[in-house]
């Protein structure tokens, strides 16, 4: 089946600790996003790539970096300069990144730092 | 920059009754609109998406959406619902010069009751 997997579905982080999220996808996409979920905010842009080697800041990046290294994968990693970490943390992708491309999503990971 | 106004964050409704979502978004230039639907601890799925056209879009699920380019509207609508249409439905729009970012609203929590 094709799709996109975000491991692991819950993560738990004590304060001070950086984390890494998982989201690989196998649709051969050439685009891939990061999203914050907060309750009654909606979704909030944390970074995206668009082709392998390099992405670009969303609206709210600080405290998060990524990296993209293979087109399948695209790692987000929540470092202790993030204030308010816990959310929960969706992994889109698209065909090739263009404005009328409908994002595929993935199941989301749940983080909550203790 | 674009944004997306959700008029409702919670809309009630009974099973077999019609229901309408509500979403206006503001921008300075064309764009592209969508709805997407979450269902609990998941990610999004796509409904629907205005890209040109006919300004009446037919979506999966039994769901449509009118564009009214005068209004800056794109409002979601059901003739009949399911309780299994009880979930979260997102408006997002993309700026057609802007590639693939997307805003999205604040989402509607939909809950059908029997």
């Known amino acids: 089946d094709g799709g996109i997997t975000q491991s692991p579905k819950y993560l738990f982080r004590k304060e001070g600790q950086n984390v890494t999220l998982s989201c690989e996808q196998n649709l051969n996409h050439d685009a891939m996003y990061w999203y914050r979920q907060d309750p009654g905010q909606g979704l909030r842009l944390i970074y995206y790539s668009q082709i392998v080697n390099d992405f670009q800041k969303g609206d709210i990046a600080e405290g998060y970096s990524v990296s993209r290294e293979k087109k399948e994968s695209f790692p987000l990693t929540v470092t202790s300069a993030q204030k308010n970490p816990t959310a929960f943390y969706l992994c889109?992708?698209?065909?090739?990144?263009?404005?009328?491309?409908?994002?595929?999503f993935g199941p989301g990971t749940r983080l909550t730092v203790l | 920059a674009q944004s997306v106004t959700q008029l409702d964050s919670q809309v009630p409704v009974f099973e077999e009754a019609p229901v309408e979502l509500r979403c206006n978004y503001s921008s300075s230039v064309s764009v592209y609109l969508f709805w997407y639907v979450q269902y609990p601890n998941q990610g999004l799925q796509l409904l629907l998406k205005y890209l040109s056209g006919s300004t009446l879009v037919k979506g999966i699920n039994g769901f449509e959406a009118e564009f009214n380019k005068s209004q800056t509207s794109f409002h979601l609508r059901k003739p009949s619902v399911h309780i299994s249409d009880t979930a979260e439905y997102f408006c997002a729009v993309s700026e057609r010069t802007s590639g693939s970012r997307l805003t999205f609203g604040e989402g509607t929590q939909l809950t059908v009751n029997p």
């Open positions: 889109a992708s698209s065909i090739a990144g263009g404005a009328a491309d409908t994002q595929y």
